[in-house]
């Protein structure tokens, strides 16, 4: 069972940049997916962007182009960029891992403890 810990919330004005990490420990980064997702108060928990362990990517529509996500594999480390805030994005942000990069937006196997992002306006 792999063990996720994400880093790098806080609070940001509108227009703003935060990068997020997710760090992974206990089994082998090898091969496995990772994805961020986010929840808001009051609303479901929303799948945002996954990598591949070769570092394919799929994105949300509504964070194309504001949002990128990276991996650094000797680290075990994934990192979610996130430029041109808005206060819309304000949610707890969390990165979950999947063996199977087709199925990790749906049906994630583990997940941090999340870490808050707050956009002021």
């Known amino acids: 069972q792999v063990q996720l810990v994400e880093s790098g919330g806080g609070l940001v004005q509108a227009g703003g940049s935060l990068r997020l990490s997710c760090a992974a420990s206990?089994?082998?980064?090898?091969?496995?997916?990772i994805g961020w997702f986010r929840q808001a108060p009051g609303k479901e928990r929303e799948f945002l962007a996954a990598i591949s362990y070769g570092s394919a990517t799929y994105y949300r529509d509504s964070v194309k182009g504001r949002f990128t996500i990276s991996r650094d594999n000797a680290k075990s480390t994934v990192y979610l960029q996130m430029d041109s805030l808005k206060p819309e994005d304000t949610a707890v942000y969390y990165c979950a891992a999947h063996d199977s990069f087709a199925v990790l937006q749906k049906t994630p196997r583990s997940w941090g403890q999340g870490t808050q992002v707050t956009v002021s306006s």
């Open positions: 206990g089994r082998t980064f090898v091969g496995l997916a």
